[in-house]
Protein backbone atom coordinates (compact mmCIF):
# COMPACT_ATOMS: atom_id res chain seq x y z
CA UNK A 1 0.00 0.00 0.00
CA UNK A 2 1.43 3.39 -0.57
CA UNK A 3 2.26 5.65 1.69
CA UNK A 4 0.86 9.66 1.67
CA UNK A 5 4.85 10.47 1.93
CA UNK A 6 5.62 8.08 -0.89
CA UNK A 7 2.33 9.09 -3.19
CA UNK A 8 3.51 12.73 -2.68
CA UNK A 9 7.26 12.01 -3.87
CA UNK A 10 5.51 9.90 -6.91
CA UNK A 11 4.08 12.94 -7.44
CA UNK A 12 6.92 15.26 -7.64
CA UNK A 13 8.58 12.88 -9.82
CA UNK A 14 5.75 12.83 -12.12
CA UNK A 15 5.74 16.38 -12.26
CA UNK A 16 9.19 17.00 -12.78
CA UNK A 17 8.78 14.83 -16.04
CA UNK A 18 6.35 17.07 -16.99
CA UNK A 19 8.11 19.90 -16.37
CA UNK A 20 11.26 18.85 -18.52
CA UNK A 21 8.81 17.46 -21.39
CA UNK A 22 7.11 20.84 -21.59
CA UNK A 23 10.20 22.54 -22.03
CA UNK A 24 11.84 20.12 -24.63
CA UNK A 25 8.45 21.15 -26.25
CA UNK A 26 8.84 24.80 -26.45
CA UNK A 27 12.07 24.81 -27.08
CA UNK A 28 11.32 23.21 -30.90
CA UNK A 29 12.65 25.53 -33.82
CA UNK A 30 13.73 28.21 -30.55
CA UNK A 31 17.21 29.28 -33.58
CA UNK A 32 14.62 30.06 -36.09
CA UNK A 33 14.50 33.19 -37.65
CA UNK A 34 11.61 35.44 -36.38
CA UNK A 35 9.57 34.94 -39.08
CA UNK A 36 6.97 32.42 -37.62
CA UNK A 37 3.05 33.08 -37.16
CA UNK A 38 1.89 36.59 -35.90
CA UNK A 39 5.83 37.48 -36.44
CA UNK A 40 4.63 41.03 -36.57
CA UNK A 41 3.10 41.18 -32.80
CA UNK A 42 6.83 39.39 -32.11
CA UNK A 43 8.30 41.59 -33.74
CA UNK A 44 7.28 44.82 -32.15
CA UNK A 45 7.70 43.63 -28.71
CA UNK A 46 11.03 42.46 -29.71
CA UNK A 47 11.93 45.80 -31.26
CA UNK A 48 11.53 47.27 -27.90
CA UNK A 49 14.12 45.37 -26.28
CA UNK A 50 16.32 45.49 -29.33
CA UNK A 51 16.17 49.30 -28.73
CA UNK A 52 16.99 49.20 -24.96
CA UNK A 53 20.11 47.17 -25.84
CA UNK A 54 21.11 49.73 -28.63
CA UNK A 55 21.02 51.97 -26.14
CA UNK A 56 22.70 50.21 -23.53
CA UNK A 57 20.16 51.07 -20.95
CA UNK A 58 16.93 50.42 -20.16
CA UNK A 59 13.92 52.70 -19.59
CA UNK A 60 11.13 51.06 -18.20
CA UNK A 61 9.28 54.45 -18.55
CA UNK A 62 9.86 55.54 -22.06
CA UNK A 63 10.08 52.33 -24.23
CA UNK A 64 10.63 52.60 -27.99
CA UNK A 65 10.38 50.68 -31.25
CA UNK A 66 11.46 50.37 -34.74
CA UNK A 67 8.15 51.38 -36.23
CA UNK A 68 8.11 55.76 -36.52
CA UNK A 69 5.05 55.33 -38.64
CA UNK A 70 1.55 56.56 -37.71
CA UNK A 71 -0.33 53.16 -38.72
CA UNK A 72 -0.23 52.17 -35.12
CA UNK A 73 -2.00 55.33 -33.51
CA UNK A 74 -2.99 57.14 -36.51
CA UNK A 75 -0.29 59.76 -35.53
CA UNK A 76 3.04 60.71 -36.33
CA UNK A 77 5.54 59.02 -34.47
CA UNK A 78 8.63 60.03 -35.14
CA UNK A 79 10.72 59.04 -32.09
CA UNK A 80 9.09 55.60 -32.08
CA UNK A 81 7.43 55.63 -28.42
CA UNK A 82 6.00 52.26 -27.86
CA UNK A 83 2.95 52.51 -24.99
CA UNK A 84 0.82 49.28 -24.17
CA UNK A 85 2.09 47.77 -21.71
CA UNK A 86 4.78 48.50 -18.86
CA UNK A 87 7.73 46.67 -20.76
CA UNK A 88 8.33 44.53 -17.28
CA UNK A 89 9.08 41.84 -20.26
CA UNK A 90 11.26 43.85 -22.41
CA UNK A 91 13.32 45.31 -20.16
CA UNK A 92 14.41 41.99 -18.75
CA UNK A 93 14.73 40.59 -22.14
CA UNK A 94 17.18 43.43 -23.12
CA UNK A 95 19.39 43.27 -19.82
CA UNK A 96 19.33 39.35 -20.55
CA UNK A 97 21.03 40.00 -23.71
CA UNK A 98 23.38 42.76 -22.47
CA UNK A 99 24.10 40.15 -19.67
CA UNK A 100 25.17 36.89 -21.59
CA UNK A 101 24.87 38.32 -25.19
CA UNK A 102 26.62 34.85 -26.56
CA UNK A 103 23.19 32.88 -26.08
CA UNK A 104 21.58 35.18 -28.33
CA UNK A 105 18.79 37.86 -29.11
CA UNK A 106 15.85 35.73 -30.26
CA UNK A 107 17.00 33.24 -28.11
CA UNK A 108 16.48 35.08 -24.98
CA UNK A 109 13.27 36.18 -25.54
CA UNK A 110 11.99 33.00 -26.28
CA UNK A 111 13.65 31.13 -23.22
CA UNK A 112 11.82 33.91 -21.28
CA UNK A 113 8.59 33.00 -22.18
CA UNK A 114 9.88 29.06 -22.11
CA UNK A 115 10.31 30.24 -18.11
CA UNK A 116 7.09 31.53 -17.91
CA UNK A 117 5.24 29.27 -19.90
CA UNK A 118 6.98 26.13 -17.13
CA UNK A 119 6.29 28.03 -14.50
CA UNK A 120 2.78 27.99 -14.97
CA UNK A 121 2.78 24.60 -15.22
CA UNK A 122 3.81 24.28 -11.74
CA UNK A 123 1.74 26.74 -10.48
CA UNK A 124 -1.27 25.08 -12.06
CA UNK A 125 -0.32 22.11 -10.07
CA UNK A 126 -0.03 23.79 -6.53
CA UNK A 127 -3.85 25.32 -7.85
CA UNK A 128 -5.33 22.16 -8.07
CA UNK A 129 -3.69 19.85 -5.90
CA UNK A 130 -5.35 21.03 -3.02
CA UNK A 131 -8.82 21.58 -4.55
CA UNK A 132 -9.10 18.37 -6.33
CA UNK A 133 -5.92 16.54 -5.20
CA UNK A 134 -2.71 15.27 -7.13
CA UNK A 135 -4.33 13.00 -10.31
CA UNK A 136 -6.26 15.98 -11.06
CA UNK A 137 -3.02 18.40 -10.66
CA UNK A 138 -0.80 15.96 -12.55
CA UNK A 139 -3.24 15.79 -15.48
CA UNK A 140 -3.91 19.27 -15.79
CA UNK A 141 -0.39 20.09 -15.59
CA UNK A 142 0.19 17.76 -18.55
CA UNK A 143 -2.67 19.13 -20.45
CA UNK A 144 -0.67 22.61 -19.89
CA UNK A 145 2.57 21.14 -21.08
CA UNK A 146 1.55 19.11 -24.07
CA UNK A 147 -1.11 20.93 -26.24
CA UNK A 148 0.72 22.04 -29.11
CA UNK A 149 -1.11 26.09 -28.80
CA UNK A 150 0.45 26.34 -25.86
CA UNK A 151 4.15 24.16 -27.10
CA UNK A 152 3.97 27.55 -30.10
CA UNK A 153 2.49 30.18 -27.45
CA UNK A 154 4.69 29.09 -24.73
CA UNK A 155 8.02 30.12 -26.65
CA UNK A 156 6.84 33.31 -28.33
CA UNK A 157 8.20 36.70 -27.78
CA UNK A 158 4.76 38.52 -26.47
CA UNK A 159 3.73 39.31 -23.02
CA UNK A 160 1.34 37.25 -22.94
CA UNK A 161 3.12 34.38 -21.25
CA UNK A 162 4.34 36.33 -18.56
CA UNK A 163 0.77 37.57 -17.86
CA UNK A 164 -0.72 34.18 -17.21
CA UNK A 165 1.93 33.65 -15.28
CA UNK A 166 1.31 36.54 -12.67
CA UNK A 167 -2.49 35.83 -13.61
CA UNK A 168 -2.33 32.00 -12.15
CA UNK A 169 0.09 33.24 -9.25
CA UNK A 170 -2.10 35.20 -7.78
CA UNK A 171 -4.68 32.99 -7.65
CA UNK A 172 -2.21 30.18 -6.27
CA UNK A 173 -1.31 33.17 -3.68
CA UNK A 174 -4.51 34.10 -2.80
CA UNK A 175 -5.87 30.93 -1.62
CA UNK A 176 -2.54 30.34 -0.01
CA UNK A 177 -3.32 33.41 2.39
CA UNK A 178 -6.56 32.67 2.83
CA UNK A 179 -5.66 29.06 4.38
CA UNK A 180 -3.20 30.65 6.48
CA UNK A 181 -3.33 33.90 6.97
CA UNK A 182 -0.01 34.56 6.47
CA UNK A 183 1.43 38.31 5.38
CA UNK A 184 3.80 36.47 2.88
CA UNK A 185 0.99 35.20 0.84
CA UNK A 186 -0.45 38.77 1.21
CA UNK A 187 2.33 40.37 -0.24
CA UNK A 188 2.73 37.50 -3.01
CA UNK A 189 -1.15 37.94 -3.84
CA UNK A 190 -0.61 41.76 -3.99
CA UNK A 191 2.52 42.03 -6.03
CA UNK A 192 1.56 39.02 -8.84
CA UNK A 193 -1.99 41.00 -9.47
CA UNK A 194 -0.14 44.02 -9.88
CA UNK A 195 2.02 43.26 -12.14
CA UNK A 196 -0.16 41.20 -14.47
CA UNK A 197 -2.40 44.30 -14.62
CA UNK A 198 0.62 46.16 -15.99
CA UNK A 199 0.64 44.11 -18.04
CA UNK A 200 -2.79 43.71 -19.15
CA UNK A 201 -5.85 44.76 -17.40
CA UNK A 202 -7.54 42.00 -18.68
CA UNK A 203 -5.94 39.87 -15.94
CA UNK A 204 -8.79 41.17 -13.70
CA UNK A 205 -10.83 38.09 -14.37
CA UNK A 206 -8.77 36.41 -11.96
CA UNK A 207 -10.73 38.07 -9.46
CA UNK A 208 -13.90 35.79 -9.85
CA UNK A 209 -12.01 32.59 -9.14
CA UNK A 210 -10.51 34.49 -6.32
CA UNK A 211 -14.21 35.64 -5.09
CA UNK A 212 -15.09 32.16 -5.47
CA UNK A 213 -12.35 31.24 -2.88
CA UNK A 214 -13.37 33.19 -0.18
CA UNK A 215 -16.74 32.42 -0.18
CA UNK A 216 -16.01 28.43 -0.25
CA UNK A 217 -13.32 28.69 2.95
CA UNK A 218 -14.44 27.97 6.59
CA UNK A 219 -13.57 30.54 8.82
CA UNK A 220 -14.93 33.84 6.96
CA UNK A 221 -13.57 36.92 8.96
CA UNK A 222 -13.98 40.67 8.67
CA UNK A 223 -10.46 41.13 8.72
CA UNK A 224 -10.24 38.60 5.86
CA UNK A 225 -13.05 40.54 3.91
CA UNK A 226 -11.73 43.98 4.44
CA UNK A 227 -7.96 42.99 3.27
CA UNK A 228 -9.22 40.85 0.13
CA UNK A 229 -11.54 43.60 -0.90
CA UNK A 230 -8.53 46.17 -0.87
CA UNK A 231 -6.42 43.73 -3.23
CA UNK A 232 -7.30 44.95 -6.35
CA UNK A 233 -7.97 48.46 -5.32
CA UNK A 234 -4.54 49.05 -4.32
CA UNK A 235 -2.99 46.57 -7.30
CA UNK A 236 -4.95 48.67 -10.00
CA UNK A 237 -2.94 51.93 -8.55
CA UNK A 238 0.07 51.52 -10.19
CA UNK A 239 -1.89 50.37 -13.26
CA UNK A 240 -3.86 54.00 -13.31
CA UNK A 241 -0.49 55.27 -12.77
CA UNK A 242 1.02 53.86 -15.90
CA UNK A 243 -2.12 54.81 -18.02
CA UNK A 244 -1.78 58.50 -16.79
CA UNK A 245 1.69 58.97 -17.70
CA UNK A 246 1.52 57.47 -21.50
CA UNK A 247 -1.16 59.50 -22.06
CA UNK A 248 1.48 61.98 -22.88
CA UNK A 249 2.45 60.21 -25.50
CA UNK A 250 -0.51 59.25 -27.61
CA UNK A 251 1.28 58.67 -30.51
CA UNK A 252 2.83 55.59 -28.74
CA UNK A 253 -0.54 54.00 -27.73
CA UNK A 254 -2.27 51.78 -30.38
CA UNK A 255 -6.00 52.51 -31.40
CA UNK A 256 -7.64 49.56 -28.91
CA UNK A 257 -11.09 50.47 -28.94
CA UNK A 258 -11.93 48.07 -32.18
CA UNK A 259 -10.77 45.75 -29.87
CA UNK A 260 -14.23 45.07 -27.69
CA UNK A 261 -17.01 45.07 -30.47
CA UNK A 262 -16.04 47.29 -33.37
CA UNK A 263 -17.88 45.14 -36.02
CA UNK A 264 -20.53 43.96 -34.08
CA UNK A 265 -19.49 40.45 -33.31
CA UNK A 266 -20.54 39.80 -30.02
CA UNK A 267 -22.88 36.85 -29.02
CA UNK A 268 -23.37 36.39 -32.71
CA UNK A 269 -22.97 33.17 -34.64
CA UNK A 270 -19.78 33.90 -35.81
CA UNK A 271 -18.87 34.63 -32.31
CA UNK A 272 -19.69 31.06 -30.83
CA UNK A 273 -18.61 29.31 -34.18
CA UNK A 274 -15.00 30.78 -33.64
CA UNK A 275 -14.08 30.91 -30.45
CA UNK A 276 -15.77 27.64 -29.05
CA UNK A 277 -15.28 26.02 -32.53
CA UNK A 278 -12.39 26.90 -34.56
CA UNK A 279 -10.52 27.76 -31.78
CA UNK A 280 -11.04 25.99 -28.54
CA UNK A 281 -12.54 22.57 -30.03
CA UNK A 282 -10.63 22.43 -33.02
CA UNK A 283 -7.39 24.34 -33.40
CA UNK A 284 -6.64 23.95 -29.07
CA UNK A 285 -8.09 20.84 -28.19
CA UNK A 286 -8.03 19.13 -31.30
CA UNK A 287 -11.70 17.91 -31.16
CA UNK A 288 -11.31 14.90 -28.97
CA UNK A 289 -9.73 16.90 -25.95
CA UNK A 290 -13.39 18.39 -25.75
CA UNK A 291 -14.02 14.84 -24.20
CA UNK A 292 -12.60 15.45 -20.83
CA UNK A 293 -13.42 19.07 -20.53
CA UNK A 294 -16.71 18.49 -20.79
CA UNK A 295 -16.44 15.55 -17.65
CA UNK A 296 -14.71 18.46 -15.56
CA UNK A 297 -17.62 21.12 -16.83
CA UNK A 298 -20.04 17.98 -15.37
CA UNK A 299 -18.06 17.84 -12.12
CA UNK A 300 -18.66 21.36 -11.23
CA UNK A 301 -21.30 20.94 -8.12
CA UNK A 302 -19.74 17.93 -6.73
CA UNK A 303 -17.37 20.13 -4.31
CA UNK A 304 -18.13 23.46 -3.05
CA UNK A 305 -14.02 25.10 -3.68
CA UNK A 306 -14.51 23.31 -6.68
CA UNK A 307 -17.51 24.53 -8.01
CA UNK A 308 -16.77 27.97 -7.27
CA UNK A 309 -13.38 28.62 -7.39
CA UNK A 310 -13.35 26.62 -11.24
CA UNK A 311 -16.64 28.04 -11.84
CA UNK A 312 -14.92 31.55 -11.04
CA UNK A 313 -12.19 30.22 -13.89
CA UNK A 314 -14.87 29.82 -16.45
CA UNK A 315 -16.69 32.77 -15.82
CA UNK A 316 -13.76 34.98 -16.15
CA UNK A 317 -12.79 32.62 -19.43
CA UNK A 318 -16.15 33.72 -20.70
CA UNK A 319 -16.12 37.19 -19.54
CA UNK A 320 -12.94 37.77 -21.43
CA UNK A 321 -13.93 36.22 -24.54
CA UNK A 322 -16.86 38.43 -24.13
CA UNK A 323 -15.42 41.85 -23.56
CA UNK A 324 -12.58 41.65 -25.86
CA UNK A 325 -14.88 40.48 -28.67
CA UNK A 326 -13.23 41.40 -31.78
CA UNK A 327 -10.02 41.00 -30.69
CA UNK A 328 -10.12 37.53 -29.51
CA UNK A 329 -11.85 36.56 -32.86
CA UNK A 330 -9.81 38.16 -35.23
CA UNK A 331 -6.74 37.31 -33.10
CA UNK A 332 -5.61 33.84 -32.21
CA UNK A 333 -2.98 34.45 -29.74
CA UNK A 334 -5.55 36.31 -27.25
CA UNK A 335 -6.52 32.89 -26.16
CA UNK A 336 -3.54 32.79 -24.59
CA UNK A 337 -4.86 34.16 -20.97
CA UNK A 338 -7.43 31.39 -21.01
CA UNK A 339 -5.80 28.55 -21.19
CA UNK A 340 -5.26 27.64 -17.77
CA UNK A 341 -8.75 27.55 -17.52
CA UNK A 342 -8.73 24.91 -20.61
CA UNK A 343 -6.11 22.89 -19.00
CA UNK A 344 -7.68 22.92 -15.40
CA UNK A 345 -11.04 21.49 -16.95
CA UNK A 346 -9.67 19.01 -19.34
CA UNK A 347 -7.36 17.98 -16.80
CA UNK A 348 -10.21 17.56 -13.69
CA UNK A 349 -11.96 15.49 -16.20
CA UNK A 350 -9.33 13.00 -16.99
CA UNK A 351 -9.49 13.13 -13.31
CA UNK A 352 -12.70 12.19 -13.31
CA UNK A 353 -13.07 10.07 -15.77
CA UNK A 354 -10.99 7.46 -14.31
CA UNK A 355 -12.58 7.64 -11.35
CA UNK A 356 -15.25 6.38 -12.61
CA UNK A 357 -14.35 2.72 -13.03
CA UNK A 358 -12.43 0.10 -11.07
CA UNK A 359 -10.65 -3.23 -11.95
CA UNK A 360 -10.62 -4.08 -15.99
CA UNK A 361 -12.89 -0.98 -16.19
CA UNK A 362 -10.26 1.67 -14.81
CA UNK A 363 -7.84 -0.12 -17.05
CA UNK A 364 -9.85 0.58 -20.35
CA UNK A 365 -10.75 4.44 -18.98
CA UNK A 366 -6.99 4.73 -18.87
CA UNK A 367 -6.17 3.61 -22.40
CA UNK A 368 -9.20 5.48 -23.72
CA UNK A 369 -7.97 8.86 -21.48
CA UNK A 370 -4.71 8.03 -23.80
CA UNK A 371 -6.27 7.95 -26.93
CA UNK A 372 -8.28 10.76 -26.58
CA UNK A 373 -4.61 12.61 -25.31
CA UNK A 374 -3.12 11.01 -28.61
CA UNK A 375 -5.48 12.06 -30.83
CA UNK A 376 -6.24 15.03 -29.50
CA UNK A 377 -2.54 16.36 -29.82
CA UNK A 378 -1.98 14.75 -32.76
CA UNK A 379 -5.11 16.73 -34.51
CA UNK A 380 -4.02 20.23 -32.42
CA UNK A 381 -0.72 19.82 -34.04
CA UNK A 382 -2.21 19.25 -37.65
CA UNK A 383 -3.53 22.54 -37.25
CA UNK A 384 -0.67 24.22 -35.56
CA UNK A 385 2.50 22.91 -37.06
CA UNK A 386 2.82 25.85 -39.61
CA UNK A 387 2.59 28.20 -37.12
CA UNK A 388 6.21 27.74 -36.51
CA UNK A 389 7.34 28.16 -40.26
CA UNK A 390 9.03 31.36 -41.64
CA UNK A 391 7.19 31.72 -44.70
CA UNK A 392 9.31 34.83 -46.20
CA UNK A 393 13.36 34.12 -45.82
CA UNK A 394 13.88 36.57 -48.49
CA UNK A 395 12.29 38.82 -45.99
CA UNK A 396 15.00 37.78 -43.58
CA UNK A 397 17.80 37.92 -45.95
CA UNK A 398 16.88 41.45 -47.48
CA UNK A 399 16.70 42.28 -43.31
CA UNK A 400 20.05 40.71 -42.66
CA UNK A 401 21.60 42.48 -45.49
CA UNK A 402 20.85 45.76 -44.37
CA UNK A 403 22.06 45.11 -40.90
CA UNK A 404 25.27 44.39 -42.66
CA UNK A 405 25.93 47.16 -44.68
CA UNK A 406 24.42 50.25 -43.51
CA UNK A 407 24.77 52.11 -40.62
CA UNK A 408 23.27 51.49 -37.07
CA UNK A 409 21.37 54.75 -37.17
CA UNK A 410 19.88 54.40 -40.73
CA UNK A 411 16.56 54.82 -41.14
CA UNK A 412 14.78 52.27 -43.59
CA UNK A 413 11.80 51.82 -45.17
CA UNK A 414 10.76 48.29 -45.79
CA UNK A 415 7.30 47.93 -47.06
CA UNK A 416 5.43 44.98 -46.08
CA UNK A 417 1.86 46.17 -45.76
CA UNK A 418 2.20 47.62 -42.99
CA UNK A 419 3.48 44.51 -41.11
CA UNK A 420 6.87 45.30 -39.03
CA UNK A 421 8.12 41.65 -39.61
CA UNK A 422 10.29 42.91 -42.40
CA UNK A 423 11.67 45.97 -40.65
CA UNK A 424 12.65 44.22 -37.74
CA UNK A 425 14.71 41.63 -40.08
CA UNK A 426 16.49 45.30 -40.45
CA UNK A 427 17.54 45.91 -37.13
CA UNK A 428 17.14 49.37 -38.14
CA UNK A 429 13.71 51.87 -37.04
CA UNK A 430 12.09 53.09 -39.83
CA UNK A 431 8.64 52.27 -42.18
CA UNK A 432 7.02 49.57 -42.61
CA UNK A 433 5.08 50.55 -45.73
CA UNK A 434 5.60 52.95 -48.56
CA UNK A 435 4.50 55.83 -50.18
CA UNK A 436 4.79 59.24 -49.37
CA UNK A 437 8.51 58.66 -50.11
CA UNK A 438 9.76 61.67 -50.03
CA UNK A 439 8.12 62.87 -46.74
CA UNK A 440 10.25 59.75 -45.20
CA UNK A 441 13.54 60.81 -46.53
CA UNK A 442 13.16 64.91 -45.77
CA UNK A 443 12.16 62.57 -41.92
CA UNK A 444 15.30 60.81 -42.05
CA UNK A 445 14.73 57.75 -44.54
CA UNK A 446 18.25 56.48 -45.78
CA UNK A 447 17.61 53.02 -46.96
CA UNK A 448 14.50 51.13 -49.24
CA UNK A 449 14.20 47.47 -48.70
CA UNK A 450 11.72 45.69 -51.11
CA UNK A 451 11.19 41.76 -52.03
CA UNK A 452 8.82 42.59 -54.90
CA UNK A 453 9.06 44.84 -58.11
CA UNK A 454 6.35 46.85 -58.03
CA UNK A 455 6.12 50.52 -59.68
CA UNK A 456 7.41 52.77 -56.83
CA UNK A 457 10.47 50.28 -56.49
CA UNK A 458 11.24 50.96 -60.32
CA UNK A 459 10.79 54.76 -59.56
CA UNK A 460 12.59 54.87 -57.31
CA UNK A 461 15.53 52.82 -58.91
CA UNK A 462 15.32 55.11 -61.77
CA UNK A 463 15.84 58.46 -59.52
CA UNK A 464 18.56 56.61 -56.89
CA UNK A 465 21.20 54.57 -56.18
CA UNK A 466 20.70 50.64 -56.33
CA UNK A 467 22.82 49.38 -53.60
CA UNK A 468 21.97 45.63 -54.66
CA UNK A 469 19.60 43.99 -56.55
CA UNK A 470 19.11 40.18 -57.61
CA UNK A 471 16.21 37.90 -57.76
CA UNK A 472 15.31 37.79 -54.17
CA UNK A 473 15.30 41.41 -53.22
CA UNK A 474 16.73 44.86 -53.85
CA UNK A 475 17.91 47.77 -51.25
CA UNK A 476 18.13 51.00 -52.92
CA UNK A 477 20.71 53.63 -51.44
CA UNK A 478 17.56 56.78 -51.04
CA UNK A 479 20.65 59.22 -52.36
CA UNK A 480 21.43 60.52 -55.86
Excluded: C
Excluded at 6 to 35: P, T
Excluded at 358 to 373: D, M
Amino acid sequence: MTTPKKQNKLSLIALAVIVVFGIFLRSYKIHEALGDWHSWRQADTASVAKEYVKAGKIDLMRPKFHDLSSIPSGLNNPEGWRMVELPLRDGLHAWLVMKFPNYGFLEWGRTLSIIFSTATIVIIYLVVLPLSGSVAALTSSLVFAILPYNMFYGRVILPEPMIVMFTILTLLAYIRYTDTRKLFWYATTLFSLTLALLLKPTALIVLLPMIGYFFASSGKTLKLFLSSAILPLLAIVPYMLWRRHIAAYPMGIPASSWLFNSNGIRFKGAWFRWLFGERIGKMILGYWGLIPLGFGIAKLGENKKETLVYGGLLLGAITYMAIIATGNVQHDYYQIQIMPTIAIFAGVGISYMLSLKQGLGKVFVSLLVLAILGLSTALSWYELKGYFWVNNRVMVEAGQYIDANSPSDALVIAPYQGDTAFLYQTNRRGWPIGGQIEDKINAGATYYATTTRDQEFNELKAKYSVLIENDRFAIIKLSK
